[in-house]
Each structure stands twice: as C-alpha cells, then as structure tokens.
C-alpha cells in the first residue's frame, strides 16, 4: 500500500519561508508524478506544483500565483518530495497536500500539513 507521510508545515509571518516534505512508502517513488496541491476554506483544491515521474525527465509545473516563489523538487534516493515556499503570503494560508500519480489509475493522497501565513 502506497503511503505519502506530509511534513513542515507551520505559522510563518508574511514575506518568511517554509520547507514541506513528503515521504512516499509501499511503491515505486520514481515511477510516479509528485504534486502539492492546497485547499483554503471555501476554495477548491488548486495545484501549488507538480514533478514529473524520473522516465518523463522530472517536468516541473507552477501554478500562476506560485511562480518564482515556489520550487519543487524531488530525492529519489529518499523517496522524498520537496516543496520550498518562498515570500509567503496570507493567501497561501491552506492545507498543502502531497499527491503521487500513475497512469492509468494510481492516485494517492497525504493526510495535508497545514501552512498559516500571518503576522
């Protein structure tokens, strides 16, 4: 059984960084597309960023309001996702979740790590 384990989440002040982390057990970790995705209260879940699986050359994929304050990466030695949040602000504030696909029907989600960005 596949498990994805989130950590780093927290209360940082406007403008401060955050590190998440996502530990992937039970499978093959470079087989699968790593993303993060966030869900505030009342709003939709969104992608924060994706990374391709290793065979597809680990794409990278931000969504708009992330772009060149976030980065994802991926230790596959570790099995272990990475998302580096950088100029945080209030509207980040949300449950950040860890996903890993594989087509054609592998899905699985963390339990989320919940980031508070306020002063």
């Known amino acids: 059984q596949v498990r994805l384990v989130e950590s780093g989440g927290g209360l940082v002040q406007p403008g401060g960084s955050l590190r998440l982390s996502c530990v992937v057990s039970?499978?093959?970790?470079?087989?699968?597309?790593m993303g993060w995705y966030r869900q505030a209260p009342g709003k939709q879940r969104e992608l924060v960023a994706s990374?391709?699986?290793?065979?597809?050359?680990?794409?990278?994929n931000y969504g708009d309001s992330m772009k060149g304050r976030f980065t994802i990466s991926r230790d596959n030695a570790k099995n272990t996702v990475l998302l580096q949040m950088n100029s945080l602000k209030p509207e980040d504030t949300a449950v950040y979740y860890c996903?890993?696909?594989?087509?054609?029907?592998?899905?699985?989600w963390g339990q989320g790590t919940q980031v508070t960005v306020s002063s």
């Open positions: 996903n890993a696909a594989r087509l054609p029907d592998r899905n699985y």
């Open positions: 039970g499978s093959i970790f470079t087989s699968y597309d």
């Open positions: 990374i391709s699986s290793v065979s597809t050359g680990g794409v990278t």
